[in-house]
Each structure stands twice: as C-alpha cells, then as structure tokens.
C-alpha cells in the first residue's frame, strides 16, 4: 500500500511535468516561429524578388527554432514510457 | 508479436524502442563496447547504397547531353553547391566542403527516409530471418547523429588550426570575441567553451529529436487505433496528418543538417 501511494506520487508529478514540457515548450516554439514568419511576409511584401531565397532561409530557421522543443518532447516521451524517477521505489 | 513480451502500450513501446544490441567485450549492459547492430548495418548498407549510385552515376557522366540519370544526380549537386557557395567564400569549397555537404545530405535524406517505411510490416518480414528486434530508422539513435556531430566538430576544429594554426587557434580561444586584455581571458575562455560545447550538442540532438518523436508520436497513434472504433477513426486522420508533416520535417531536418555542417566549417575558417 505505501507502495502504490509512492508510485501514484511520483507519476502524479511526472505527468505534470510532462505536460509542462511539452506545452511551454510548445508555447515557445509558435511564438518564435509566428514572430518570424510575420517578417518574412512583411519583408516579402516589400520585396517580392527575394521572395525564393528567404523561404529557403525561413524553412532553415524553422528547423533551428523547433530545436529545443522537439528534444524537450524526446525528454517527455522518455518520462511517459521509461520514467527513471520510478527507480527509487524498492521492487 | 514476441511471446516473451506481454501486449500492453508500454510494452509495445518498449519492444519497438529496443536496439538489437550486441556486446563486444564488457558484460555491463550499455557498456562502451555496447554495438547496436541494427543502426550500424542499416546505415553503412544505407551509405553504400546511396553514395554508391552516385559514384556509379558520376563515373558514367558525360559532358553531352545527359541521361535522365546524371539529370538527376546534377539536380541534387547543383542544389548543394548553391547553397554551399552562398555560404563558404573562404575559397575553393570543390576539393573538402562541398562533397562533404553532399554526403552528409544524402545519407542523413536516407537514413530519415527510413522512417516512411510501416515498421509493422518491416518487423513481420525481419522476423522471418529470425530477426525479433530491428529499430529501422538509424537516425532515431541518439549514437548515429552524435557520431555525424562529433565528425563535423573534429572537422571544426581541425580547420580553424589549419587556418590559423595552432597558435593562432589559442590566441583565439583566448581573446575573442572581448579583446586581448588578460582579464578578460577567463570570460572569453568560457564563451568560446560554450559555444564548443552547444554546437555539436545541438547538432546532433535536433536530428535525433526529430526523428525519435517522430517515431514514438506514430506508434502513439497506432495504440489509439487499436483501443476502439473511434479511436481508430481518429487515429487515421491525425496518422495522415502527422505523416504528411513528418515527410517535411524528414527532408527538413536533413537539409538543416546539412546547412550547419558547411555553416561551422564557414565559420572555422574565419579569422577574428
């Protein structure tokens, strides 16, 4: 029984913090990649010739900004399936 | 599926996220010598299948009129060799940059690409050869994209001594980008430090990342598609959605790859 109120425990916080990943994350990811698609079609509005080569640059920055994001959905997939914070309970 | 490995989601999980691990040397389990024998064939056989048709096609090349072959071939270089060239002018990037751009986007394009095939299906027919584990996708193992990373990172550094030699490359470490002051040696140190440390961190996270979610979000799905009627129909729509995405981001990611690689060899050659 004080087990089980262990485990219920550690996987009550678990899944908070999971969701915390994930959404902050997320969060994060969509303002930055809003703020920077605004400017490219501002800037494409204002140049329509560079238009090519800055779609090229947005898909490359789009990549680099959801970096961080993805591998906090790597962490929080790993806390999902394989929680290492499990390790502490005895059997 | 395997009968030793008992039908629930984690368990499902677990036995699709397992490496066909081989021990060479050391009992401990995860030990260095710890091969995963299904990522280290699946990408060298990946690597000589893709490089090897591109060798094959170059070595039959002529400067006529080019068959639908070379056509394609001349595609991908040419579409490497605009991007290298916006990037690179520190001088000739034909002999070093340039083909190690190209290898690193077709191979990393290959490996990703694993992920299109239905890991279902793939696992039924390994197990005919007697194959009971077999993670598909190379690029899904965090070893594959620190390997390519750490690769890049040895290439970083072993341009900026070239460069600049290996003097020069302390002074650097040393007094930029804050000035040659000696007191300001301790925070340009640490500032450098960091910058060699994030880089290949980065590099090699944002691949496997990408691909490792990609794989854990799909096989998500598929549990939901089993649990009931809805959750099958659902499970489609959100399936088709998230794999027309995970095309993108396939392609996506090997390109960004690509582009860092010849961004920090730039930057290697620069001089402050």
Redesign the interface.
């Known amino acids: 029984m004080e087990n089980l109120q262990l485990l219920a425990m550690i996987q009550a916080y678990t899944g908070i913090g999971i969701g915390l990943m994930i959404g902050l994350g997320a969060a994060g990811a969509c303002i930055g990649v809003g703020i920077m698609c605004s400017r490219f079609l501002e800037g494409a509005a204002r140049q329509p010739e560079l238009m090519p080569q800055l779609q090229v640059k947005v898909f490359l920055l789009l990549g680099l900004i959801d970096a961080s994001f993805i591998i906090g959905v790597g962490l929080a997939m790993l806390f999902a399936f394989g929680n290492p914070l499990l390790a502490v309970i005895p059997g | 599926m395997a009968a030793e490995q008992e039908l629930t989601p984690?368990g499902y999980?677990?036995h699709h996220?397992t490496f066909n691990a081989e021990r060479i040397g050391g009992e401990a389990a995860g030990g260095f010598w710890t091969l995963h024998v299904d990522t280290l064939v699946t990408s060298v056989i990946l690597g000589a299948l893709s490089l090897g048709v591109l060798w094959w096609i170059a070595r039959g090349a002529t400067s006529g009129v080019p068959n639908r072959r070379q056509a394609f071939a001349e595609l991908a270089f040419d579409f490497i060799d605009e991007?290298v060239k916006s990037i690179f002018t520190h001088g000739n990037r034909h002999p070093f940059i340039a083909p190690v751009a190209l290898t690193v986007f077709v191979w990393v394009l290959m490996m990703n690409a694993m992920d299109f095939l239905p890991l279902d299906w793939v696992a039924g027919a390994l197990r005919l050869i007697g194959l009971h584990e077999w993670r598909l996708v190379p690029t899904a193992d965090v070893n594959t994209t620190f390997a390519l990373a750490l690769s890049v990172w040895l290439l970083m550094i072993y341009f900026s001594v070239k460069v600049k030699g290996l003097g020069g490359w302390i002074h650097e470490l040393f007094c930029a980008p804050f000035g040659s002051n000696p007191l300001a040696w301790p925070a340009n140190l640490l500032f450098n430090l960091v910058e060699y440390v994030s880089k290949p961190l980065?590099h090699s996270?944002?691949l496997?990342?990408?691909m490792?979610?990609g794989e854990?979000i799909f096989i998500l799905l598929w549990i939901w598609a089993a649990t009931s009627l809805t959750g099958t129909a659902f499970a489609t729509l959100l399936g088709v959605g998230w794999a027309i995405f995970h095309i993108l981001i396939v392609v996506?990611?090997a390109?960004?790859f690509m582009?860092l690689t010849v961004v920090y060899l730039a930057m290697a050659h620069e001089h402050h």
């Open positions: 984690t999980i677990t996220l991007q980065s996270l944002r496997y990342g990408n490792y979610a854990i996506l990611q390109f960004i582009m």
